[in-house]
């Protein structure tokens, strides 16, 4: 009788306190306004959004977005000045970015409205003729980003996002 009776104010307390028994889950929130959108912004993607749900001690959100560069290389040898451009057109060569908010705090609404940017991408070296060139991205097209939300370390949600 006494298992009975434990075992039905467990059952009780689980239906009474729902928040208490199962753990939240951030996520991202897809409708309306606050749907996420990601934007080219020449050699970088800004995503911006809103997590909703957050439960965890810290959070952080990440973008990872991959692209085709345009890449112009400067020739060490052209003669400088005179009106010569020693910028000659170099290949276009795929690239990967990535950026984060870095680990914020959980607040205590657990809501969070984000803009995430990613940074510049590195020039491969071998977008140019030889290693003496110098190649710089002068722009870049991203079609699509990967965006993912972290509670205490772990991957809670994740989304690809078309970057218009």
């Known amino acids: 009788m006494k298992r009975f009776l434990l075992l039905t104010a467990v059952v009780i307390a689980v239906l009474a306190f729902p928040g208490i028994a199962s753990a939240q889950s951030g996520h991202f929130v897809t409708g309306g306004a606050n749907a996420p959108t990601c934007t080219d912004q020449g050699t970088t993607v800004s995503c911006d959004g809103k997590v909703a749900g957050l439960g965890g001690t810290v959070f952080e959100i990440t973008v990872d977005a991959t ?27 795929e690239v990967n970015t990535s950026g984060t908010t870095g680990e914020l705090p959980t607040p205590r609404n657990g809501q969070f409205v984000f803009t995430v940017s990613t940074l510049e991408p590195v020039a491969p070296s071998d977008a ?8 710089t991205i002068t722009d870049v097209e991203f079609t699509e980003a990967t965006v993912s939300l972290f509670e205490d370390g772990v991957l809670v949600d994740q989304f690809t996002a078309p970057v218009s």
């Open 67 to 93: 692209g085709l560069a345009t890449v112009t290389c400067a020739n060490p040898g052209a003669p400088s000045g005179g009106g010569q451009n020693t910028d000659v057109p170099g290949q276009r060569t």
């Open 128 to 135: 140019c003729p030889n290693d003496s060139w110098t190649p």
